[in-house]
């Protein structure tokens, strides 16, 4: 059994607004965001969900985005003359949908991230991280990366889209502030 953990995130980051993005780490050490969990089944695919915010979910499995994620992965890895194994994905749902913090977005990560792991890493960073956008694509009707980048990557991730690359992680220094 493989557990993947995808933390929020935040793209609305004053006039960096959708071009520049930050993985979110609460100060107190908890954790927010999604957990994936994969583990082998004797045939075929089976999808679960758990968490806080299960409710929220599409009843129907296959709206629901890590859904699409293993269908788009088991896509790609067909391409290169593979199959993906039995197994069974659980989604532990612990970010609320809809509150900008990149819900969609730690959900994809972590499926992918789980789905390559556990497939012995067929696909490299750069092949994950476009199929990340194309998947945040279909949620908010056009690929971008502002949230899986910085999900999947971690730190604050500018996106530049050019030089064959998606984005470039910025250095950034957290300056506490004292009473």
């Not at 935040?10 to 999604?34: C, E, R």
């Amino acid at each position: 059994m493989l557990r993947i953990y995808a933390p929020a995130s935040s793209a609305n980051i004053s006039v960096g607004f959708d071009t520049l993005g930050a993985a979110i780490s609460p100060i107190d050490g908890s954790l927010l965001g999604d957990v994936v969990q994969i583990e082998s089944i004797s045939t075929g695919f089976e999808l679960e969900s758990a968490g806080y915010f299960v409710r929220k979910l599409p009843k129907e499995p296959q709206k629901n985005i890590v859904y699409q994620a293993y269908v788009l992965f088991s896509e790609q890895l067909k391409l290169r003359g593979a199959n993906v194994k039995p197994l069974r994905l659980t989604l532990e749902k612990n970010m609320p949908i809809g509150s900008g913090l990149g819900s969609s977005a730690c959900s994809i990560v972590a499926a992918l991230v789980a789905l390559n792991q556990f497939h012995n890493e067929p696909f490299s960073k750069m092949e994950l991280l476009e199929m990340m956008g194309e998947l945040e694509g279909r949620i908010s009707s056009s690929i971008h990366y502002d949230n899986v980048a910085p999900c999947y990557l971690g730190g604050v991730q500018f996106m530049v889209q050019s030089l064959g690359n998606i984005c470039q992680k910025l250095p950034f220094l957290i300056i506490g502030i004292g009473c």
